[in-house]
């Protein structure tokens, strides 16, 4: 087989993480850059001269979350749920009336090339962090359902960290964290009183479960800062075609997304910074 001569439809380029194909895709986009650099000369009159830099690679993917045998799955049947526990132990609750749940996981990347660096950024993880985002109906802190946002303002009150243990389909997130901001709407009518809650970790996040192999090992690499390699390869009827032109470079997770609206497919979203360069090749 020869690489396609007409133009190329998205749904024809698929991602790879360690060798494997990556589960609900939705969109991908494959940033490259030389970062070119401005060289002043008076030889080069008005118009300058420029040099290339070290070259800079990312890669960001959307991706509904699937089960086993590829189906989305939808926010429904406690699938989503955030469990809190207090500091002291003594009290742990389900967040009643949860509607919208947003669970984001940063690295924050430093740049390590020296002059002996062969033309490509490269990097290390320096530090990571987890925010998450609850939303839904709220229930009076005094009542049996209200009973997570009273734990929530408790700790708020008292300076205090709560334990978290996040369920997302068959993936758990956990560990300590720390109430940020909250905030209540009600509504003029009829309409339901909503809450809005912000987190931020403290200390050390930890996970288990599985997705799909190919999000695990983004998930994997992530709370190991170890590299992924990513490969993007053209293929048809689910196999890569011969002679087509593919990507594939290690990269460092720079960020972990977990998004869910109730009654609506669950997000997986992910970012990749390749460290070292990316290269471009035919296929096998």
């Known amino acids: 087989m020869a690489a396609p001569e007409t133009e190329i439809v998205g749904v024809n380029l698929l991602t790879k993480a360690n060798g494997t194909l990556i589960g609900g895709q939705t969109d991908l986009t494959l940033d490259k850059t030389l970062n070119l650099q401005e060289v002043?000369?008076?030889?080069?009159?008005?118009?300058?001269?420029?040099?290339?830099g070290f070259e800079e690679s990312s890669?960001?993917?959307?991706?509904?979350?699937?089960?086993?045998?590829?189906?989305?799955?939808?926010?429904?049947?406690?699938?989503?749920e955030a469990q809190l526990t207090s500091q002291d132990g003594s009290a742990t609750e389900v967040v009643q009336?949860?509607?919208?749940?947003?669970?984001?996981?940063?690295s924050e990347l430093v740049e390590v090339q020296t002059f002996q660096s062969s033309g490509a950024k490269e990097y290390r993880v320096a530090g990571q962090s987890l925010d998450l985002s609850l939303s839904g109906q709220y229930f009076d802190p005094a009542a049996t359902?209200?009973?997570?946002?009273?734990?929530?303002?408790?700790?708020?009150?008292?300076?205090?960290?709560?334990?978290?243990?996040?369920?997302?389909?068959?993936l758990t997130i956990s560990g300590d964290i720390r109430p940020e901001d909250w905030s209540l709407s009600a509504p003029a009518g009829n309409d339901t009183a909503t809450f809005d809650s912000t987190f931020r970790?403290?200390?050390?996040?930890?996970?288990?479960?599985?997705?799909?192999?190919?999000?695990?090992?983004?998930?994997?690499?992530?709370?190991?800062?170890?590299?992924?390699?990513?490969l993007l390869e053209y293929q048809e009827v689910g196999t890569a075609v011969s002679g087509a032109t593919k990507y594939e470079g290690d990269g460092f997770v720079s960020s972990l997304e977990?998004?869910?609206?109730?009654?609506?497919?669950?997000?997986?979203?992910?970012?990749?910074?390749?460290?070292?360069?990316?290269?471009?090749?035919?296929?096998a």
Not at 40 to 51: C, M, P, R, V, W
Not at 97 to 105: A, D, F, K, P, R
Not at 145 to 170: N, Q, V
Not at 259 to 276: A, F, H, I, R
Request: proline share 2%.
């Open 40 to 52: 002043e000369d008076k030889n080069a009159g008005f118009f300058g001269k420029s040099i290339p």
């Open 59 to 80: 890669i960001t993917a959307d991706n509904a979350y699937t089960g086993d045998g590829g189906e989305h799955i939808l926010g429904e049947d406690d699938n989503v």
């Open 145 to 170: 359902d209200g009973a997570g946002h009273d734990l929530i303002l408790s700790a708020e009150e008292a300076d205090e960290y709560l334990s978290l243990s996040l369920t997302f389909g068959a």
């Open 258 to 283: 977990l998004s869910g609206t109730q009654g609506e497919p669950l997000d997986l979203n992910y970012e990749l910074q390749v460290t070292g360069g990316l290269t471009r090749a035919l296929q």
């Open 97 to 106: 009336g949860l509607q919208e749940l947003t669970c984001t996981l940063e």
């Open 201 to 230: 970790h403290e200390g050390v996040i930890n996970h288990n479960g599985t997705v799909d192999g190919g999000l695990d090992a983004v998930i994997d690499a992530w709370f190991n800062r170890n590299t992924v390699a990513a």
